[in-house]
């Protein structure tokens, strides 16, 4: 009796989640070089640094429902058209400045959710202060919602 109620449970407790049915909404987000804004600090003596660059975009799809019950997936599109799951780091090749040393150079490209919105961020590293270094991010956003 017992190896057959164990197994009877695991097959409840696995078809009892199957009743909801959900639905995905996939929006695609080009952010080019000049939608970045500077979230910045700046300094008594007039200097300043920047902490990350940000884009926000509306998405109607992430309502209050979505956010306490659902999932949002967001993605960074390489240019290999490879999807990269955010938080995800890119490395760029190391260069050499003005000064004749080698500079080491990634993107943390993060996101934050409200309702009704997402806002895409590239912030600095260990190898300085944050940049945007190409003329085009390309972004997609899944929206996992149950009915």
Known sequence: MKKLLLPLVAMVVLFAGCTEKAHVITSY????????????????????????????????????????????????????NRDNLLP???????????????????ERIEYDIERGKITFKVCPTDFGEAQINSDLMRFKVCVIRNY
Do not use: C, R
């Open 88 to 106: 995800f780091t890119l490395n760029h090749e190391p260069y050499v400045d003005a000064n004749g040393n080698l500079v080491y150079y990634q």
């Open 29 to 80: 987000y080009n952010v080019h070089n000049d939608q970045w804004d500077a979230a910045i600090t700046t300094y008594p003596d007039g200097t300043y640094t920047t902490n990350y660059y940000y884009s926000e975009w509306e998405n109607v799809d992430i309502t209050p429902d979505v956010i306490d019950e659902g999932i949002v997936l967001v993605y960074y599109i390489d240019n290999d």
